[in-house]
């Protein structure tokens, strides 16, 4: 079974991991853009780090036969310092148009304030001038409060709930994210939400426009999530069609609309 990983942040990881991923059998990952632990004071920082992640981790990640895309943006933790995000969004469209770029983000809420919304307003409107896909982050404080309050902005927007996934889901969420009819990431992380967490949730909603990631940083997270979320599945007796359509399938239908996938959906299981 191959695995496509649609949340994660090689960028703090080590060679090591990018072994690991590969013998476990993941075979693509898309990289957005994350706070790096310390706030940046300059927008060319944040420009440095667009071309680390089109241009470095790719050749990193093909070494071990992973397939390695962008999504990038102004991430909400630092969205409240309005002149450097907005110059950094200035900059941002050329970025944008690279051949692995495939989504804008994260964008959402992080404390929820009015500067976040302003940033995140600006990138929604972006992401569908371009047509692309954007990824949106579900605040970890407040997180029903501020995943419904990013619903009715996506919705004042305009935006096609096709186009979209709310991250970070949690059972306090998700319910919110499925109503809105677009997609639902679920990250596999201390803090988050468990293995068991995440299959208590498919049982309940399904795996259609579902997706399981491991949003592994810097932080306690687990590169390998996305396989082992798929065996549990295996042994508590999911099919390995439902599994593929999980863990390989969503992450390419929802990508694709990009214009720049390079990879096919089916292919998930191997005899």
């Known amino acids: 079974m191959k695995y496509f990983d649609p949340h994660i942040h090689v960028y703090s990881r080590t ?3 990018y072994k690991n991923m590969a013998t476990a059998g993941v075979r693509a990952i898309v990289e957005p853009s994350f706070w790096l632990g310390s706030k940046r004071q300059y927008p060319e920082s944040h420009l440095d780090y667009f071309e680390h992640v089109l241009s470095f981790e790719p050749k990193r990640a093909r070494e071990h036969g992973i397939e390695h895309y962008a999504c990038l943006g102004m991430n ?5 310092d309005l002149e450097l995000a907005h110059a950094v969004i200035d900059a941002l469209p050329e970025f944008l148009k690279r051949d692995n770029c495939v989504a804008i983000g994260e964008t959402g809420f992080d404390l929820i304030s009015k500067e976040e919304e302003e940033i995140m307003r600006r990138q929604l409107r972006l992401a569908k001038d371009l047509n692309m896909p954007v990824m949106v982050h579900t605040p970890h404080q407040n997180k029903r ?3 419904i309050r990013t619903v ?3 919705k004042e927007e305009g935006l096609d709930p096709n186009q979209v996934i709310l991250d970070h889901n949690t059972h306090d969420t998700i319910d919110v994210s499925v109503e809105y009819g677009g997609w639902s ?4 992380y201390p803090g988050k939400i468990s293995i068991e967490g995440v299959i208590e949730i ?6 259609e426009r579902m997706m399981i990631n491991t949003a592994a940083d810097w932080g306690p997270a687990d590169p390998l999530s996305v396989p082992k ?3 549990e599945m295996l042994k508590q007796g999911y099919a390995e069609e439902n599994i593929q359509r999980l863990v390989w399938d969503n992450p390419i239908q929802y990508y694709k609309q990009s214009g720049k996938l390079k990879l096919k959906e089916g292919k998930g299981v191997t005899s």
Do not use: S
């Open 185 to 188: 990431g679920m990250t596999i």
């Open 229 to 231: 979320a798929a065996n």
């Open 76 to 80: 909400p933790k630092e969205a409240n």
């Open 15 to 17: 060679v090591d991991d």
């Open 202 to 207: 498919l049982d309940r909603y399904g795996t």
């Open 152 to 154: 009715e902005i996506l």
């Open 145 to 147: 409060e501020g995943t």
